[in-house]
C-alpha cells in the first residue's frame, strides 16, 4: 500500500452551507478508499468512507459548545475490516437474523451463510459493510451506489442499491436508501453507528435515558430470533417514557437473558406504510446531548453494546462493555420467514426506499 499524505480535497459547498472534503483512506485489492467529511457552518461534522458506506465519526456539541465524536470507531481502515463489530456502516443485503440462513421465496429455498451461528446475521461473510462503495458527491451530500450481483451471499437477484448521506446545519444526519432489483429478493438495509453522546470511549450508556415510541416489541428464542410480538407494558421493555437504560437491565427477565440484555426490534408499526416517524429519543443528562431517531421503517433495533468487551478503538481508548449503543431502524428480524410480520419482499419494478434522520441536539 502506497503511503498516505493528508490532502483533503474540496468537493463541495453550493446549494448548501455544509461542505464536504475528501481525503484518501488505504486500498483493498488496488481499489482506493475515500473518507469524506461533511461539515456545516457551526463546525459540526460527520465522515463517512465508501467502505461499507461506515461513518467513522459524529461531532457535535455538547450543551456548553463542546465538541465531542459521539460515534464508536477506528482510526484506520484496517482496524475496521479486521476487527469491526460493524461499527457505523451500512448492513444487508438483510440486516439483522434470518433464522438457520434458510428463506424460501415462491416456493425456492434460499442458503445463506450462518455467520452468526446458527443464524445468517447482517448479510453475510461478506455484507454490503465490507464492500467498497462507489461514491459521488452532489449538492453536498455523499451518494453511495452499490450493485449486488445476482447470488451474492446466496440472495437471488442483482439489487443496485443507493445511500445518500446528507448532513443538515441543524446536526441532522439524513440517510436514504433506494434499491431496485431484477429477480424477486428480501432486503433490510440499516445502518449500524454505536452512539454514546458524552463522547466516544467515556463510560457505559447505562445513564442515558431513552424513550421508544413503540407499545410492543419482538421477544427472542436464545439464539436471537423472533418468536413473535408482544406488549410492553409491564416489562423491562417499556421505553414509552424516558428511562435510563440501566434501570431494569439487571432485573430477572428471560427476555433480557436470552438478548444478554437489550438486543431487541421495537415495533413501530406493522404494516410498512413508508411515513416518516419519530421512533426513538436518546438524552445523555451530563453533557444534556440528545439524539432523535425518525425513520419510514416498520421496526427499530435497539442493541446496547452486550458484545463490546474491551476493544481498542479510536486513540487507543477501550471500548468497554456497553459503552456504545445502536438504534437501527430497520424492518422486523427474521421476517423471510415469519408471515405475520411486513414483508421484506422486493420485485422487479418496484423501488425499494427508506429515510432514516438521526438528529442530534441538547437539552438544557
Ligand atoms: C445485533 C447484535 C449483534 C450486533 C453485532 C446487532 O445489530 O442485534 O445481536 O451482536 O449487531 O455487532
Redesign the pocket.
Known sequence: MKPLLFCPVFLASLASATTVTSRPWGEIDGTSVTLYTLKNQSGASVSISNYGGTVTSIIVPDKNGKMADVALGFDTLAEYREKS??FGCITGRYA?RIAKGKFKLAGTEFTLATNNDPNHL?GGDQGFDKRIWNATVKDSELVLNYTSPDGEEGYPGTLKTTVTYRWTEKNALHINYEASTDKPTVINLTN?SYFNLVGEGADTILDHQLQINATQYNPIDPT?IPTGIAPVKDTPFDFTKPTAIGSRIGVENTQLKNGLGY?HNFVLKTSDDGKLMKAAILTEPKSGRTLTVSTTEPGI?F?CGN?LDNLPGKGGKIYKYRSGL?L?AQTFPDSPNQKEFPSPVLRPGETYRQTTIYQLGVSR
Open positions: 463489530p460493524y439483522n447482517h449500524h436471537s438486543d433495533q442493541y458484545f445502536c437501527e
